[in-house]
Nanobody, 126 residues
Framework: VQLQASGGGLVKAGGSLRLSCTASGRTFSTYTMGWFRQAPGKEREFVAAIGRSGGMTYYTDSVKGRFTIFRDNAKKTMLLQMNSLNPEDTAIYYC????????????????????WGQGTLVTVSS
């Protein structure tokens, strides 16, 4: 599967953005999907993940209550709604997927993901 991330941009603190990840191929619904981000000078970190049917989600603590992950398997799309953004959210955001079942212990590890999008830049100004 090939993944294409989009939706990044420049937003003021307190604002919102919605990121999209669109997949090619016919097996999108069989993939656990996730979002990661990498801020300048920092390692890539887990943001959020969603199970194959969309029924299970998991978030890193810093985005809980502000970010929502969801997916539309019919449209082969995963979305990340980001609200109440702050400058610490500034990063390149990557979508990723792997073909195994959803487990919180697995989704946070980027080494478990087989497919990656190219990244989309989110910049939050103060």
């Amino acid at each position: 599967v090939q993944l294409q991330a989009s939706g990044g941009g420049l937003v003021k603190a307190g604002g919102s953005l919605r990121l999209s990840c669109t997949a090619s191929g016919r097996t999108f619904s069989t993939y656990t999907m996730g979002w990661f981000r990498q801020a300048p000078g920092k390692e890539r970190e887990f943001v959020a993940a969603i199970g194959r049917s969309g029924g299970m989600t998991y978030y890193t603590d810093s985005v809980k209550g502000r970010f929502t992950i969801f997916r539309d398997n019919a449209k082969k799309t995963m979305l990340l709604q980001m609200n109440s953004l702050n400058p610490e959210d500034t990063a390149i955001y990557y979508c990723a997927g792997y073909a195994n079942s959803f487990r919180p212990s697995s989704v946070v590890n980027d080494e478990n993901y087989d497919y990656w999008g190219q990244g989309t830049l989110v910049t939050v100004s103060s």
